[in-house]
């Protein structure tokens, strides 16, 4: 049978091996292209690609999310195995690096509760984007791909890493959405604020006094009035009344203004 075109996404599951002859080398990708456990697969992949298998192996670490492209090759024999030639390999995302264990000293109780805070708050937000993404047959609009997945952690997580295909349009909306939330964030921050009765440093007050105080309301209304047309002058009285109060007449003779 011919090879087949394929192309797949999946996490690198342990490090790269060489192959025998230059240029080659074998690798293992972890997929789920819908999430679920239950759908997981691990696909073997090999090149003969000498720049492929150079990415592969000085580039990429375990956990990395690669995209390879290639032929899928059916085994020759019933126990065989099926296979993936790379003919491309993209890296799609890099996990964090992580702390020497000997150099960064860890409380077991806290790390728990941490972690299980953190992966219930990523499951919690795979299953909302993936309520977003969701259609009853692949979307081919959905050209967005969103990965969620821990920024640390002691080794390979990958039952907490998920990926997520979206719309533009439905981008748009978890954009908006996510723009409401932080506007009511900063409202909340604000009360909070209020609530606190902040108050603003003695210097600060001083300052906004002695810039007030230096203002010459008179000057200021004289050469305002002097620059407002005459049939507006009415007009500009009155709204700067309602800004500094009465506001006392320049010039004697200005009785029209």
Not at 110 to 116: C, G, H, L
Not at 181 to 190: H, I, S
């Amino acid at each position: 049978m011919e090879p087949i075109p394929f192309a797949l996404d999946g996490y690198l599951a342990a490090d790269p091996i060489p192959g025998d002859s230059a240029g080659t080398a074998a690798w293992r990708l972890i997929s789920s292209p819908t999430d679920h456990l239950s759908e997981e697969a691990v696909m073997p992949c090999t090149t003969s690609v000498p720049d492929v298998a150079n990415i592969v192996i000085t580039e990429c670490e375990p956990g990395y999310l690669l995209r390879v492209v290639g032929h899928l090759a059916l085994p020759d024999t019933a126990d065989g195995v099926l296979r993936l030639h790379a003919d491309t390999v993209e890296i799609l995302w890099e996990p964090p690096q992580l702390d020497d264990p000997e150099e960064t000293s860890v409380d077991t109780t806290e790390t728990v509760e941490t972690d299980a805070d953190r992966n219930g708050a990523i499951q919690a937000l795979a299953e909302a984007l993936t309520g977003l993404g969701y259609q009853a047959a692949p979307d081919p609009q959905a050209s967005i791909r969103i990965h969620i997945g821990p920024v640390a952690g002691r080794g390979l997580d990958m039952d907490h890493c998920h990926t997520i295909d979206v719309t533009p349009a439905k981008a748009h909306k978890l954009a908006d959405a996510v723009d409401a939330l932080n506007c009511q964030l900063d409202d909340q921050a604000d009360q909070a604020d209020q609530a606190s009765g902040t108050v603003l440093d003695a210097e600060t007050i001083a300052d906004l006094t002695d810039l007030f105080d230096d203002i010459d309301v008179i000057g200021l209304t004289s050469s305002v009035l002097n620059a407002t047309r005459p049939d507006q002058r009415l007009a500009v009285t009155q709204a700067m009344d309602d800004m500094f109060g009465d506001i006392p007449v320049p010039d004697a003779d200005d009785t029209d203004r």
